[in-house]
């Protein structure tokens, strides 16, 4: 069980990866005087490697999520109790946060850690 739900969350940590990845693009297109509203497709951070949804998100959103090394971001319906909690949810995306063995991968991977 733990071996799988390590997994899981190292599948999430790939997607967060590649979000952060189209975050960095996307910030540089950004002009200085925007206010972070501007609005850009994510990855859906769920541990379905076959996902390809996608959640529009502006860039303070984004930021909102990758305040915590333990949450990812979702399309609704994707979130699994047994590795994660959701803590906010809206109409087009659940913010979720891991735990247990799952949030101790999260946390370990999260590129903003290093």
Known sequence: MVAHQERL???EAFFREVNERIHR???GFTERSDDGEHAYEY???CSRT?????????????????AEG??????????????????ERESEHVLVE?????????ADLDPRSA
């Open 9 to 11: 969350a190292r599948n």
């Open 25 to 27: 693009v996307a910030d």
């Open 43 to 45: 990855l859906c951070e």
């Open 50 to 66: 076959s996902c390809s949804e996608r959640i529009t998100l502006t860039l303070a959103e984004y930021e909102h999520v990758r």
């Open 70 to 87: 333990t949450r990812f971001v979702l399309v609704p319906g994707h979130e699994l109790a047994a590795i994660e909690e959701v803590v």
């Open 98 to 106: 891991k735990d247990g063995v799952a949030g101790e991968v999260a």
